[in-house]
């Protein structure tokens, strides 16, 4: 069966109806067309002046969150290849999962939800969703209202990592990929959002997520684990071979894992050194070391793909697509995953450099919301300043700051506030 006999015409139905493209035109599926509105959209090119880990900027190998969302598809597609579900829908849910992250990665994120209380706060995913439905511009309905990129509903539940509003998020706990505390309720839908939330999450009952929402969280975290780690070892942050066992563990448990015992994170990282391509000698920046570094990269994320594909098999017989199946991730590999966030995280995230830094971007997101709430539309693109106008009390207006300094790159955050400070 191909696997776009999988999807039923709910599935590949749009917001608001689309003719026929002219005939002169490639012929393209639904989700061909959905991942190329993605691609082309103006918040996937600010991606790559967004933090991922450490800022954009910060040398020419660390990645970017652009370069982070690439790698992340290519796992994402891979995964649902393999399933056997379409492999586009999970590649554009993975193109799409930062698009809603604001400047300097979870760490803005926190700023933007503490001062956002009043209007129904900020999660990246749910700012995700209100830029893939509204913000970003590319279809309008009859009465003239952007619906943003207008994708089939199957492609934007599969974006929907948290489908939730924020009064059903639970309680944050541990910290990020960066290294900044979890303050925020992670949750999928903004109060005034949830009309086309509940269209995309038509005749889905509860909270399950479909399998192309599963196979891009999964290949978020793979991708993330496994990255980081060689991130760390170029800049001659991590030793693979003189790894200090207990603090890892520790930081294991303070960020990740709470009930992680020692026995079961030593048996993890066993398997992991079964692997023939992890190092036995320290990384020495040549090109022999970095290709050795490439290979373990890649036997990794096979390591782990290929074990969440053999334990989806053994548990049902499919189809693995929308609701018909769910992914299965081994408890060995989530322990393995874990192992390697510890490492980096001991190594990299904790260290004091970064924590500074982190504070001082925190300082100016939060003066430069305030400074764009005090100058209103006069200071707002031209998008925002229509919000603005067209916003019904101070809720709204605040809504429609926290759009555009989301919207934001971590060096546009920099200059708007240089500029507004001046202006004062």
């Given at each position: 069966m191909?696997?776009?006999?999988?999807?039923?015409?709910?599935a590949?139905?749009?917001?608001?109806?689309?003719p026929p493209?002219?005939?002169?035109?490639?012929e393209?599926?639904?989700?061909?067309r959905?991942?190329?509105?993605?691609?082309?959209a103006?918040?996937?090119?600010r991606?790559?002046?967004?933090?991922?880990?450490?800022?954009?900027?910060?040398?020419?190998?660390?990645?970017?969150?652009?370069?982070?969302?690439?790698?992340?598809?290519?796992?994402?597609?891979?995964?649902?290849r393999?399933?056997?579900?379409?492999?586009?829908?999970?590649?554009?849910?993975?193109?799409?999962?930062?698009?809603?992250?604001?400047?300097?990665?979870?760490n803005g994120?926190?700023?933007?939800?503490?001062?956002?209380?009043?209007?129904g706060g900020?999660e990246?995913?749910?700012?995700t969703?209100?830029?893939?439905?509204r913000?970003?511009?590319?279809?309008?309905?009859a009465?003239?209202?952007s619906?943003?990129?207008n994708l089939?509903r199957?492609t934007l539940?599969?974006c929907?990592?948290?489908?939730?509003?924020?009064?059903?998020?639970e309680?944050?706990?541990g910290?990020?990929?960066d290294?900044s505390?979890r303050?925020v309720?992670?949750f999928?839908?903004y109060d005034?959002?949830?009309p086309?939330?509940?269209?995309?999450?038509?005749?889905?009952?509860?909270?399950r997520?479909?399998l192309?929402?599963?196979?891009?969280?999964?290949?978020?975290d793979?991708?993330?684990?496994?990255?980081?780690i060689?991130?760390?070892?170029?800049?001659?942050?991590?030793d693979?071979?003189?790894l200090?066992?207990?603090?890892?563990w520790?930081t294991?448990r303070?960020?990740?894992?709470?009930?992680?015992?020692?026995?079961a994170?030593?048996?993890?990282?066993?398997g992991?050194?079964?692997?023939?391509?992890?190092?036995?000698?320290?990384?020495?920046?040549?090109?022999?070391?970095?290709?050795?570094?490439?290979n373990?990269t890649s036997d990794l994320?096979?390591?782990?793909?290929?074990?969440?594909q053999?334990?989806?098999?053994?548990a049902?017989?499919?189809?693995?697509a929308?609701?018909?199946?769910?992914?299965?991730?081994?408890?060995?590999?989530?322990?393995?995953?874990?192992?390697?966030?510890?490492?980096?995280?001991h190594y990299?995230m904790q260290?004091?450099?970064?924590?500074?830094?982190?504070?001082?971007?925190?300082a100016?997101?939060a003066?430069?919301v305030?400074?764009l709430?005090?100058?209103?539309?006069?200071?707002?693109e031209?998008?925002?300043?229509?919000?603005?106008a067209?916003?019904?009390?101070?809720?709204?207006r605040?809504?429609v700051?926290?759009d555009?300094?989301?919207?934001?790159?971590?060096?546009?955050?920099?200059?708007?506030?240089e500029?507004l400070?001046?202006?004062?």
């Amino acid at each position: 069966m191909d696997s776009l006999d999988l999807y039923d015409a709910a599935a590949r139905e749009r917001l608001v109806d689309e003719p026929p493209k002219r005939v002169d035109a490639p012929e393209r599926t639904p989700f061909e067309r959905d991942r190329a509105r993605v691609v082309h959209a103006a918040a996937s090119r600010r991606l790559a002046a967004k933090t991922q880990v450490v800022g954009p900027q910060t040398d020419d190998f660390t990645r970017n969150r652009l370069t982070h969302s690439l790698e992340v598809a290519q796992v994402a597609r891979d995964i649902s290849r393999a399933l056997g579900s379409h492999p586009d829908i999970a590649e554009t849910a993975a193109l799409a999962h930062d698009l809603g992250h604001p400047p300097f990665g979870h760490n803005g994120e926190r700023v933007l939800a503490e001062l956002s209380e009043g209007c129904g706060g900020f999660e990246g995913n749910a700012q995700t969703l209100r830029l893939l439905t509204r913000l970003e511009a590319k279809t309008v309905d009859a009465d003239g209202r952007s619906v943003g990129l207008n994708l089939t509903r199957a492609t934007l539940d599969a974006c929907t990592k948290y489908p939730w509003p924020r009064a059903h998020a639970e309680e944050p706990a541990g910290v990020h990929a960066d290294g900044s505390p979890r303050v925020v309720r992670k949750f999928g839908v903004y109060d005034d959002d949830k009309p086309v939330f509940e269209w995309l999450r038509a005749g889905v009952g509860g909270t399950r997520r479909c399998l192309e929402a599963q196979v891009m969280d999964l290949a978020d975290d793979v991708a993330y684990s496994v990255h980081d780690i060689e991130d760390g070892v170029v800049a001659d942050r991590i030793d693979l071979t003189a790894l200090d066992r207990a603090a890892v563990w520790e930081t294991v448990r303070d960020w990740y894992l709470p009930d992680a015992a020692d026995d079961a994170l030593d048996a993890a990282l066993a398997g992991l050194r079964e692997q023939a391509s992890w190092p036995t000698t320290p990384y020495d920046g040549s090109r022999r070391s970095l290709a050795a570094l490439k290979n373990l990269t890649s036997d990794l994320i096979g390591r782990f793909c290929g074990a969440v594909q053999r334990a989806t098999f053994e548990a049902g017989d499919g189809p693995f697509a929308r609701y018909a199946a769910d992914l299965v991730v081994p408890e060995q590999s989530r322990l393995e995953m874990a192992v390697l966030k510890g490492i980096a995280a001991h190594y990299v995230m904790q260290a004091d450099d970064r924590v500074a830094v982190m504070v001082r971007q925190r300082a100016l997101l939060a003066e430069l919301v305030a400074l764009l709430a005090h100058r209103g539309p006069a200071a707002l693109e031209r998008p925002f300043a229509d919000d603005w106008a067209a916003a019904g009390d101070d809720s709204a207006r605040l809504r429609v700051v926290v759009d555009q300094v989301a919207s934001l790159t971590d060096a546009s955050a920099v200059a708007w506030h240089e500029r507004l400070r001046g202006d004062r």
